[in-house]
């Protein structure tokens, strides 16, 4: 999508990476009119797209919130998903949750030695995390990083693995184990937001101890 930036998909990359947002904002941060926004939004809710709630905040008249649905989720692609699943499957029936609990980290053993080859090296925390956000920005989780009083937050707007990490939550645990090691034994690393307990993103709150 980042290469056919037309307005649908302007709206739609704006949702997937912000979350909801009023039509006001959409407007304002694609640059058009609020009519050429309504216009997007009710066009891509043709589509099944996304979709509209109303909130109600304090005495103010109520809110008009858009949202993807999970079509539009859809147009951010779980990597090969239907074929891991079935290979998770699989190696659990006919070998065991044992050998698959091996598989599963010998991989996460390689992507740990490949994160520590570009990010370990790198003297100061936030130039690590820089790293290390730009190598998962790479492989499709769509994420970026804030500074804040509390420390850092990596955000990861995607989870290209998703039915994969669904089927088997070891994956999730060996990326915060990977994210530990690879940023050094004087940070924390905390998950703070998880798609699979229902969250819009992955987020991991960073701190020196």
């Known amino acids: 999508m980042k290469n056919t930036p037309s307005g649908s998909d302007r709206v739609i990359w704006m949702l997937k990476t912000a979350g909801p ?6 407007a304002a941060e694609l640059n058009i009119t609020t009519e050429g926004a309504r216009f997007q939004l009710l066009k891509l809710a043709g589509e099944g797209l996304v979709q509209s709630s109303t909130v109600s905040k304090g005495r103010g008249r109520p809110q ?4 993807l649905t999970k079509e539009g989720e859809g147009r951010f692609p779980d990597a090969h998903a239907e074929l891991t699943v079935k290979l998770i499957s699989t190696i659990r029936e006919t070998l065991g949750q044992d050998a698959l609990h091996a598989v599963i980290e010998a991989n996460s053993q390689n992507g740990l030695r490949k994160y520590m080859h570009e990010v370990g090296s790198a003297p100061q925390l936030e130039e690590r995390i820089a790293r290390l956000a730009g190598i998962r920005d790479q492989e499709g989780y769509m994420v970026e990083y804030v500074k804040d009083e509390e420390g850092y937050l990596l955000i990861e707007n995607h989870c290209p ?3 994969a990490a669904t089927a088997c939550q070891d994956f999730c645990r060996y990326e915060l184990k990977t994210f530990q090691a690879v940023l050094g034994d004087q940070v924390d690393v905390r998950r703070v937001d998880h798609i699979l307990a229902g969250a819009r993103r992955c987020a991991y709150r960073i701190s020196e101890k």
């Open 21 to 26: 947002q009023p039509l006001t904002t959409i």
């Open 64 to 67: 008009q919130i858009w949202a």
């Open 161 to 163: 693995i998703c039915a």
